[in-house]
């Protein structure tokens, strides 16, 4: 087996992945950090819980512009394969609804297990090395920092997205890409809050409540998801609405028409609901429609929908026109990145540069809430390190 040595840039989680991967393969590895510790948005993960899976795996739990891309890496490097390299690095998984977590409920044990392997594996990982240039030669690749230069016969770029305010997420993965060729799909803010108009939202702000989440584009329903939604002052918000705020972005960056269409009560169709507030008003004729609706909505939203014109029809589809969403900083992931039709699935190998290698955010892939983003990191950080060391130059 060749001996090659990898540079990985990035010690997130699809980089600490990437790097553990390519020493067992036997490569030589260094691991690059612009920041001054390994994983910081990891242990930003499921409110600092770390939801590293899921047991649940469909294909369109994954999203890119290329919808074929994630499956060969998933399937290669799979949840249950996630889960037998996490409890050999110690840590216990507990599943909570197939939701996977370590048992500490603490992202920081992840961490902790990954950097104790990277140490025991002797990675050289060099932090507060933020990497501004990376150069294809002949004898392999120049990577460039602040200041230092080091050589390596390949590269992995795992330099994550510019989603969340936490220190080292930006645009460099993208720009380096571009600068050895590649095209990248203009990323935007997923996993995210939507600005809407259409009524002062100042009035429902901070109502929590069940209800399904619909986005139409163009008048056609892109995406559908159930569960708490929260209602801010500037729209929408809650884990049904993260869920389906990538279609919306993505089409707003379109330049298509978007609207979001609440259900505050799916347990009845409209007839029923209808014959249902029939009767409370046969009961109690002189009570103002605010007042029909108690014990139905948190007291704010009854306000809210009793003013609308036709009640019953805007507790069922409550509409509101998506005029942009959060931005990047309150997002978790971003949909968009390196265009993936210039990557090879299996390896992450890019087609346009050889040698290089890619994987978790920085690719045009997004995963919805629940452990999906996580995984990809994981299985293209496995792909990407395991195809690095054994791959001929
Ligand atoms: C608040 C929050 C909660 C989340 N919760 C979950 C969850 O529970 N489950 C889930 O599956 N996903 C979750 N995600 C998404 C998940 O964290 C990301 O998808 C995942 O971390 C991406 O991994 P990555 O390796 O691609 O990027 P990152 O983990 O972001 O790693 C990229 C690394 O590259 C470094 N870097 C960047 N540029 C340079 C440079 N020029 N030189 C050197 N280093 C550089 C960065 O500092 C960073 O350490 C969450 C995200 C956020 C923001």
């Not at 990248?184 to 209800?211: D, H, K």
């Not at 008003?281 to 009793?306: H, I, N, S």
Request: glycine share 10%; proline share 4%; net charge neutral.
């Amino acid at each position: 087996m060749d001996n090659h040595t990898v540079i990985v840039i990035g010690a997130g989680a699809s980089g600490m992945m990437a790097a553990i991967q390519a020493t067992r393969y036997g490569a030589g590895v260094t691991l690059l950090e612009g920041n001054d510790h390994p994983g910081r948005k990891l242990g930003a993960t499921g409110n600092g819980r770390c939801n590293f899976t899921n047991l649940v795996q469909r294909p369109d739990c994954y999203r890119s512009s290329d919808p074929g891309f994630p499956a060969a890496a998933l399937s290669a490097f799979t949840v249950q394969d996630t889960i037998a390299f996490f409890t050999d690095l110690g840590i216990y998984t507990v599943n909570k609804d197939g939701y996977m977590y370590p048992r500490s409920m603490q992202a920081q044990s992840m961490i902790q297990a990954l950097t104790m392997e990277l140490a025991s594996l002797r990675v050289k990982v060099k932090t507060r090395e933020k990497v501004t240039q990376i150069t294809r030669n002949e004898n392999g690749f120049t990577v460039q920092t602040q200041g230092w230069q080091y050589h390596a016969d390949k590269v992995i770029l795992a330099a994550g997205s510019n989603a969340s305010a936490i220190q080292g997420s930006g645009r460099d993965g993208y720009d380096l890409a571009r600068s050895l060729g590649h095209h990248v799909i203009e990323p935007v803010p997923a996993l995210t809050g939507l600005r809407c108009r259409g009524m002062s939202f100042a009035s429902w702000a901070g109502v929590r409540t069940q209800a399904v989440v619909t986005v139409q584009i163009d008048g056609r329903e892109a995406a559908r998801e159930s569960g708490e939604v929260q209602l801010t002052e500037y729209g929408v918000s809650g884990i049904p609405v993260f869920c389906v705020s990538r279609f919306a972005s993505v089409a707003l960056r379109e330049k298509k028409n978007v609207q979001v269409y609440l259900d505050f009560f799916p347990d009845l169709t409209l007839p029923q609901l209808r014959c249902f507030l029939e009767k409370r008003r046969e009961k109690w004729p002189q009570r103002p429609v605010r007042d029909l609706l108690t014990g139905l909505f948190p007291d704010r939203l009854c306000q809210v929908l009793a003013k609308e014109k036709d009640p019953a029809k805007s507790v069922k589809t409550f509409t509101l026109e998506v005029t942009g969403t959060q931005d990047f900083s309150h997002a978790q992931v971003c949909a968009g990145g390196v265009d993936t039709r210039q990557v090879d699935p299996e390896s992450m190998e890019s087609l346009v540069c050889s040698g290089l290698y890619l994987c978790g955010e920085v690719l045009d892939v997004d995963g919805t809430c629940g452990g999906y983003n996580l995984q990809w990191a994981w299985s293209s950080g496995a792909a990407a390190g395991k195809h690095a060391a054994l791959c001929p130059q």
